[in-house]
């Protein structure tokens, strides 16, 4: 594509996206926004009577209160195991990733590889093999669960070439910081992960630990952009559509390249899916409560444990409500308990967390046995430990 043809779509995005971002109510600015997606010249004349009939116009912010129904409207021509990937595979295709690679099962690879097969694009295709130092950044179970069925990964470039030198690259003697830099992230976060991403046995309990690379991230985190927020690709969101811009461990909550890199993704997502675009940003900028799960007995482990608070807002010190439910990242399994669905309300109560869900049912968790999470607040930056300092 040159560079002619993308420079109109681009800057009309911009303003479209600052719109947005400037946190302008969707439900008042969603008429005009579709009005904007329809004079980029987008393919979206069915959107405006789609979404009416879907009761998506009526209320605030309604875009983003149903994502499932959007998404399975806007991606059907796309195979369900596909559409977690659907920016990254659109990225590559526009040029502005150099390759892409993707994890499913070898039944997902059957129901997909005819649409893969349709893209202007080449692949290899490698089994996975079978390890104890394979996902061990999850809970044995979990390891369980994803190795119990074959899977494959799936290594896409714009040359076959290109394709099977990143797949060499994660073959019998991989070579990580190599496969980072050759699927375009930065080399800051390549580096953050390869200094800390090494599998290890963990002493207290005998089994293979792989480090927590979000905690970490946000740990080193001292702001937030929300082009850097990829908590929710593995949420209850998950094969919805795209929920992420990016599709690495950013270093940081905050990385510079990984905030570019995020943004050229969000225009190339916004030339192929306007309204989504809009509901993306609303997702990636909902305030995220995360657990580390770094001091949890094996059984707990999850790298992606919390909640994206949808629209929230701080009501209080340690207190933030939606009229949204909010949506589960990761298992919701803590040893404090399960989080619950529908959290419409979190507040610090005591020494611990109380959700409230939208039927106004309560459960409190105890900082002493999940720990005290952070929030992490992508619209002003902030990340800090939810209500204090103490952890
Ligand atoms: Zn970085």
């Given at each position: 594509m040159s560079a002619k043809s993308v420079k109109r779509p681009r800057?009309?995005?911009?303003?479209?996206?600052?719109?947005?971002?400037?946190?302008?109510?969707?439900?008042?600015?969603?008429?005009?926004?579709?009005?904007?997606?329809?004079?980029?010249?987008?393919?979206?004349?069915?959107?405006?009577?789609?979404?009416?009939?879907?009761g998506l116009l009526k209320g605030r912010s309604m875009l983003a209160a149903r994502p499932a129904e959007l998404g399975s409207q806007l991606f059907a021509a796309i195979p369900r195991p596909l559409r977690s990937s659907a920016l990254q595979i659109q990225s590559l295709l526009d040029g502005i990733k150099p390759a892409c690679r993707l994890s499913m099962t070898a039944e997902e690879l059957r129901a997909s590889i005819s649409y893969l097969k349709s893209l202007d694009c080449r692949f290899v295709i490698e089994q996975v093999v079978v390890s104890e130092t394979l996902y061990a950044q999850l809970s044995p179970r979990r390891r369980q669960q994803l190795t119990a069925k074959a899977r494959v990964r799936v290594y896409l470039a714009k040359s076959a070439a290109d394709a099977r030198r990143v797949a060499k690259l994660e073959s019998a003697d991989p070579d990580y910081y190599?496969?980072?830099?050759?699927?375009?992230?930065?080399?800051?976060?390549?580096?953050?992960?390869?200094?800390?991403?090494?599998?290890?046995?963990?002493?207290?309990?005998?089994?293979?630990?792989?480090?927590?690379?979000?905690?970490?991230?946000?740990?080193?985190?001292?702001?937030?952009?929300?082009?850097?927020?990829?908590?929710l690709a593995e949420s209850d969101l998950e094969g919805v559509g795209p929920v992420s811009v990016i599709a690495h461990y950013p270093c940081t909550l905050g990385c510079r390249e990984t905030a570019a890199m995020g943004h050229a993704a969000l225009e190339s997502s916004a030339r192929a899916w306007p309204i989504w675009t809009i509901t993306l940003c609303e997702l990636l900028r909902a305030p995220v409560l995360y657990w580390s799960d770094d001091s949890w007995p094996p059984e707990y482990w999850d790298e992606y444990s919390g909640l994206a608070l949808l629209e929230a807002r701080e009501v209080g010190p340690g207190e933030w409500r939606s009229i949204l439910p909010a949506r589960l990242l990761g298992s919701a399994l803590t040893p404090a308990g399960t989080v619950p669905s529908f959290v419409v309300r979190v507040k610090t109560v005591g020494d611990g967390i109380l959700f409230e869900n939208a039927t106004g049912d309560t459960v409190n968790h105890s900082f002493e046995q999940c720990g005290r999470p952070w929030i992490i607040d992508w619209r002003s930056g902030r990340v800090e430990k939810f209500a204090g300092k103490s952890s």
């Open positions: 800057r009309q995005f911009l303003s479209n996206s600052l719109k947005v971002l400037a946190g302008v109510t969707v439900s008042a600015a969603l008429p005009r926004e579709l009005v904007d997606a329809k004079s980029l010249g987008f393919s979206a004349p069915r959107l405006p009577g789609l979404l009416e009939r879907q190599a496969l980072g830099l050759a699927l375009g992230y930065p080399v800051c976060c390549v580096e953050a992960a390869a200094k800390q991403d090494l599998p290890h046995i963990d002493e207290e309990h005998g089994i293979f630990r792989q480090a927590n690379l979000n905690a970490a991230a946000v740990r080193a985190s001292s702001t937030a952009d929300f082009r850097c927020n990829q908590f």
